[in-house]
Each structure stands twice: as C-alpha cells, then as structure tokens.
C-alpha cells in the first residue's frame, strides 16, 4: 500500500504561481511513475503531468508551458510548479502514484486562481 499526501494549494490570482508538494511512504519501492491530476465542478478529471523515475516528464497540453513536474526521488516527493495560472486551472489537484501508471491517489488538494 502507498500513502501519498498532497500539500501547497490555496488561493492565488490569475497570472501567479503555486508548487504543489507531495510526499509518499510506505510501498514506495513499487513507485515508478508519479504524476497528479485534477478536478473541477462539472469538468472531466483531467491528467496534468506524469513523470517517471528516469526523470522523463509528460503534460497535457493545457498546461504544457506553464506548468513543470519534478521529483526527489531520496526524499519520496513529487512537486508541481504551477506558473501563470489562469481562472481555468481552479480544481482539487490529486497526486498518484504506480508502477507503470499512477494507480494510488492522495486526498487532493485546492487550488484557486480568481480573476
């Protein structure tokens, strides 16, 4: 079983920047890829970002630009740099975490960019 817990969300005004943290423990040697993903009221859940234990990165292409993952593998930590963010990108952010694909999921975490 993996533990993942989110943090580093809030409210932010549109053109700004957040990072969002999150740490995992326990089976975490089954950790390949990390990754988060999103959701808002009456939106489709949406992957942002995916990146594996090599290091290589993948986005959807509404963030692509303006928002960056990375990892500390020594420390178990997934980050999300989120830069000029608009009203659009207002949801509860999930962090994942699996072997080939995000399989275990944090609580999430809210972020909120008003205009």
């Known amino acids: 079983q993996v533990q993942l817990v989110e943090s580093g969300g809030g409210l932010v005004q549109a053109g700004g920047s957040l990072r969002l943290s999150c740490v995992a423990s326990?089976?975490?040697?089954?950790?390949?890829?990390m990754g988060w993903r999103r959701q808002a009221p009456g939106k489709q859940r949406e992957l942002v970002a995916l990146v594996q234990s090599s290091g290589t990165t993948n986005y959807a292409d509404s963030v692509k630009g303006r928002f960056t993952i990375s990892r500390d593998n020594a420390k178990n930590t997934v980050y999300l740099q989120m830069n000029s963010l608009k009203p659009e990108d207002t949801a509860v952010y999930y962090c994942?975490?699996?072997?080939?694909?995000?399989?275990?999921w944090g609580q999430g975490t809210q972020v909120t960019v008003s205009s």
């Open positions: 994942g975490g699996g072997r080939a694909y995000p399989t275990f």
């Open positions: 326990g089976s975490i040697s089954s950790i390949n890829v």
